[in-house]
């Protein structure tokens, strides 16, 4: 059975740091692309990151890059999003998802991916 269980969220301050951690079970997450996902209160849910199953690839969203950096941990099946410089905006509900096929050109689409976290909150706030 897959399952993906977030952890480390919080409440931080503008400009500090968080690192979310991603456990995966009943699949071995190097096989596959894992991605992370936020929402926002009234907001839809948006692609943050994502690392391939290929080659480890990584990708970002415009918003993040610079600032957050995925990483997997393959002897722990585990993969980690550390998010540096945060902003406000950046408070939300951080999701990791996995996908049978994900499509390269597609993503960070929410709708190429079929395993989903219960999600984590993460808030930035003074």
């Known amino acids: 059975q897959v399952q993906l269980v977030e952890s480390g969220g919080g409440l931080v301050q503008p400009g500090g740091s968080l690192r979310l951690s991603c456990a995966a079970s009943?699949?071995?997450?190097?096989?596959?692309?894992i991605g992370w996902f936020r929402q926002a209160p009234g907001k839809e849910r948006e692609g943050v990151s994502c690392?391939?199953?290929?080659?480890?690839?990584?990708y970002y969203a415009d918003s993040v890059k610079g600032r957050f950096t995925i990483s997997r941990d393959n002897a722990k099946n585990t993969v980690y999003l550390q998010m540096n410089s945060l902003k406000s905006e950046d408070t939300a509900v951080y999701s990791c998802?996995?996908?049978?096929?994900?499509?390269?050109?597609?993503?960070?689409?929410?709708?190429?991916?079929?395993?989903w976290g219960q999600g984590t909150q993460v808030t930035v706030s003074s």
């Open positions: 998802a996995t996908g049978l096929r994900v499509g390269v050109s597609n993503i960070l689409k929410p709708y190429e991916y079929d395993y």
């Open positions: 690392i391939s199953s290929s080659d480890g690839s990584t």
């Open positions: 009943g699949f071995t997450l190097d096989y596959y692309t």
